[in-house]
């Protein structure tokens, strides 16, 4: 269920009371243009209906979101002449989110454009390898406990 929150700019967006320029929308999901731009053509994937972070977020619209985002990159890659470009998603403070209304970045990328998202982070050193070998048995051990809440759910068939 969303939450109702005290103040979201883009819940206001959505119920018409600020300023946009949409430029997708259906009965779940709405685009438009981002009003602070990293390039021309840097486009915002919303839900209509609020949820705060990725994890708020239920898996039917977080693929329907995607499947937004993937039918307007193409056509933002037409129109802006940028053949790059970055998706990005920020969930909580810590990982940049400063609209707490999830929502997904669509980034044309010119090169010199003074944009960067630095991976392999250079203040990251490399780990050994049992290290990441033991981090990746845990993600699996609690993929496969079937007590696990939230249980996730297998992706559906091709």
């Given at each position: 269920m969303p939450k109702t929150p005290m103040h979201c700019p883009f819940c206001d967006i959505i119920g018409g009371a600020g300023e946009v320029s949409v430029c997708y929308e259906d009965a779940v999901a709405i685009a438009f243009m981002d009003i602070q731009p990293v390039n021309d053509g840097h486009v915002l994937v919303v839900p209509r209906a609020h949820y705060e972070r990725v994890d708020d977020l239920p898996r039917e619209t977080g693929l329907h979101l995607y499947g937004v985002a993937t039918r307007l990159?193409?056509?933002?890659?037409?129109?802006?002449?940028?053949?790059?470009?970055?998706?990005?998603?920020?969930?909580?403070?810590?990982?940049?989110?400063?609209?707490?209304?999830?929502?997904?970045?669509?980034?044309?990328?010119?090169?010199?454009?003074?944009?960067?998202?630095?991976?392999?982070?250079?203040?990251?050193?490399?780990p050994d390898r049992t290290r990441l070998d033991a981090m990746a048995a845990r993600i699996i051990s609690a993929l496969r406990d079937p007590m696990a809440s939230p249980t996730?759910?297998?992706?559906?068939a091709a």
């Open positions: 990159m193409p056509i933002i890659q037409q129109v802006t002449g940028c053949r790059d470009l970055n998706i990005v998603v920020s969930s909580g403070s810590a990982a940049g989110q400063d609209v707490f209304h999830f929502h997904v970045h669509l980034i044309p990328r010119r090169a010199g454009d003074g944009f960067d998202v630095p991976l392999p982070f250079p203040g990251s050193a490399m996730p759910t297998p992706a559906p």
